[in-house]
């Protein structure tokens, strides 16, 4: 398997547009694992796309509970079930997300249960194992060293960057962050940096077209990352090559990948992926 992180979802917040790119999450491939980071709605699909089936992911982690984050845990897993899921699924996320299953399962329940006695599957709940996280995170999946930095999302308390170690590589999460010094030195040296952007030329405009988001600017400037300052944190870190996420917005026609680039490149000059749906990254 080849080491590579596909970006299936990359625009940031949880409305979708007609051609319009879907919201985050990532899958990486790192050390023969499947891993997923974070799950937007349309996620299950996004993967199937990128020709890895459901019940081949090994692991599943959630940021933080904001729904642009989380929307399509319960179904992906669910589908994956109806799919053939046989093994254990670990998903780790920060504290709710057990409550979230939980939540999600009794709401399946009518179906869980007719399936279960009708077509012999499983019981789900025993196949799925939820593990709540904190910033102390260390652990090993099958080689592959994970560990967590919370990082500055206001009002999110419980949000967490990603650090994934295995075959001689490594790759850092920036999960959804302001400006935060601290991410640079967990991310130091890494091969790859996967950090969010906004663009200031298309923060009014996005405001403008969302309805009933009167506070909206209020929540992307103290709460999210411009992309000149991106570029700061990949520089500090000395990182291999920089890779955008969650762009904020990811569907404006007025902001080009050259605009993107150019805010960057005030202080960073090295490899940079302006991310769209779909998009592999080797490393």
Not at 41 to 48: D, K, P, Y
Not at 56 to 63: G, K, Y
């Amino acid at each position: 398997m080849t080491n590579r992180v596909v970006l299936l979802g990359t625009k940031g917040g949880p409305a979708i547009r007609a051609g319009g790119a879907m919201p985050t999450s990532s899958l990486l491939q790192l050390g023969g694992q499947n891993i997923l980071v974070d799950c937007a709605i349309g996620t299950a699909r996004s993967t199937v796309e990128a020709d890895i089936g459901l019940t081949q992911l090994d692991a599943v982690f959630i940021t933080h509970l904001h729904s642009d984050h989380l929307l399509e845990l319960g179904p992906l897993i669910y589908t994956a079930w109806t799919t053939g899921l046989q093994r254990k699924l670990a998903v780790y996320g920060p504290k709710g997300t057990a409550r979230y299953w939980t939540g999600f399962m009794a709401s399946m329940e009518f179906d869980h249960q007719i399936r279960l006695a009708d077509e012999g599957r499983p019981d789900l709940n025993e196949l799925v194992e939820i593990q709540e996280f904190d910033e102390g995170l260390s652990l090993d999946l099958d080689g592959v060293e994970v560990t967590a930095l919370r990082v500055d999302h206001p009002p999110v308390s419980d949000c967490f960057a990603l650090r994934f170690e295995g075959a001689g590589k490594s790759v850092v999460f920036s999960a959804d962050t302001c400006f935060f010094p601290p991410l640079a030195e967990f991310a130091l040296n890494a091969d790859l940096l996967v950090h969010e952007a906004m663009h200031p030329d298309g923060v009014e405009r996005l405001i403008e077209r969302t309805p009933g988001a009167g506070r909206l600017r209020q929540h992307l400037l103290a709460s999210h990352t411009m992309a000149e300052d991106v570029g700061k944190i990949a520089a500090m870190a000395g990182v291999g090559q920089l890779a955008l996420n969650h762009l904020v917005p990811a569907d404006d026609p007025e902001i080009t990948e050259a605009d993107w680039r150019r805010a960057v490149s005030a202080h960073w000059c090295g490899p940079l992926t302006i991310g769209h749906d779909g998009m592999v990254i080797p490393f």
